[in-house]
């Protein structure tokens, strides 16, 4: 049995008006969308930064085998490459790296530029580079620096 409007209170409420319901609704599904576009957002960024590290890795890698002198003819075996695909295996983005060579002989120096591309989720074209310089002193004669001096 509800109580006769006169006995209640002043300024007790009875419930929730259908306009308050509807204001609440329209508050909470706007919140939903904008968080949903949140983790959209959030998702893609991501993927770009795991594309960005991955690319990182494989151009570090080129340069460390360089310079590392990996192939048997050494120094002199360090040139410009083609483009190549060297994708990981189980990669979902395809990368394709170049490498650009510039000699200095004066210096016994080479300038190696590697530069990877690869189409992100989106659909845009991207690119790194890394650069470096790389002396004609064979890695391994490295151990000599640690012998001892003869005197003279």
């Known amino acids: 049995m ?3 409007p ?3 209170p002043r300024g007790c409420q009875r419930g929730i008006s259908m306009i308050e319901s509807l204001i609440a609704f329209a508050v909470l599904a706007l919140g939903m969308i904008f968080l949903a576009r949140l983790h959209t957002e959030l998702r893609a960024g991501a993927d770009g930064a795991r594309e960005r ?6 151009a570090q890698l080129d340069i460390e085998q360089l ?6 003819e050494g120094w002199d075996a360090i040139a410009d490459a083609e483009p190549a695909n060297v994708t990981p295996p189980g ?9 650009v060579v510039h000699t200095h002989a004066d210096a016994g120096l080479k300038t190696v530029r590697v530069t990877l591309r690869w189409t992100d989720r989106q659909g845009a074209a991207q690119s790194l580079g890394l ?3 790389i002396g004609s002193a064979d890695p391994a004669l490295s151990g000599a620096l640690a012998l001892a001096r003869p005197d003279l």
């Open 53 to 58: 590290s991955e690319a990182v890795r494989l």
């Open 6 to 8: 006169s006995l209640m």
């Open 131 to 133: 650069q470096t310089l």
């Open 67 to 72: 310079l590392a002198f990996a192939a048997p």
């Open 2 to 4: 509800n109580p006769h």
């Open 91 to 99: 990669a979902t983005t395809h990368y394709l790296r170049e490498r």
